[in-house]
């Protein structure tokens, strides 16, 4: 069964220290996989996409890895700031046009 | 537009009634999709348009929801005899390619079924 499953499910961390998110999936065929940031009462928006091939991007303090090999994602977050407070959802495309959405991490960054 | 745009951005409805969700994509974009985000949860699909194709309908939760796509542009959800259960963010998106292309969504429409 095709499955994208996220940890934590919530986290609460303190304005400008590292965290780091995570991704497991169960996806055939596997396209690609995508991290999306959620505001509270907004859509959510693309942050960094990483094909089959590619095992670490950034996107300024954004920094998401994969490994295809376990089927694991993360997404590592670099000096958090209030506005990071969001929802992380990960995203597998598999091949042929389906999107797998994962339940989200809620983040919460405190001052 | 610029951006996916919804609408309405709220609507509060009585339970039985009708109602209809707005999309207009990104022009050009020829993937649509619906999601449902009920409060706390994550996103929950529902239909998703692919140019002329036969749209994918498989995650209608019952036949009181229907969508269309006109012209292969704006989109309408539809549902009929509201429940209590239908409260909910209903997000639309759009992608310039099927699948594996970058999902660019709308604001949603906030339900509410009293």
Request: with cysteine.
């Amino acid at each position: 069964k095709n499955q994208v499953e996220q940890s934590p499910q919530s986290l609460i961390i303190l304005e400008g220290k590292n965290c780091t998110l995570q991704c497991n999936y169960t996806v055939s065929p596997f396209s690609n996989l995508r991290w999306y940031k959620q505001d509270t009462g907004r859509g959510p928006v693309s942050l960094t996409i990483m094909t089959f091939s590619e095992n670490t991007k950034s996107n300024g303090r954004y920094t998401a890895t994969l490994d295809a090999d376990t089927k694991q994602s993360s997404l590592h977050i670099t000096a958090s700031q209030l506005s990071d407070s969001a929802s992380y959802i990960c995203v597998v495309s598999l091949q042929g046009g389906k999107l797998i959405f994962g339940q989200g991490t809620e983040l919460s960054v405190k001052p | 537009g610029a951006g996916v745009s919804q609408s309405p951005s709220n609507k509060v409805t009585e339970k039985g009634k009708d109602v209809e969700l707005r999309c207009d994509p990104i022009s050009g974009h020829t993937a649509l999709y619906w999601y449902r985000q009920s409060l706390g949860q994550g996103l929950e699909f529902l239909i998703y348009f692919q140019g002329n194709s036969a749209p994918d309908k498989s995650g209608l939760p019952s036949d009181r929801f229907s969508a269309e796509r006109t012209g292969g542009s704006v989109s309408t959800l539809t549902i009929q005899r509201t429940q209590q259960e239908d409260s909910a963010v209903y997000l639309c998106a759009s992608s310039l390619t099927q699948g594996t292309g970058e999902l660019f969504f709308g604001e949603g429409s906030r339900l509410t079924v009293l």
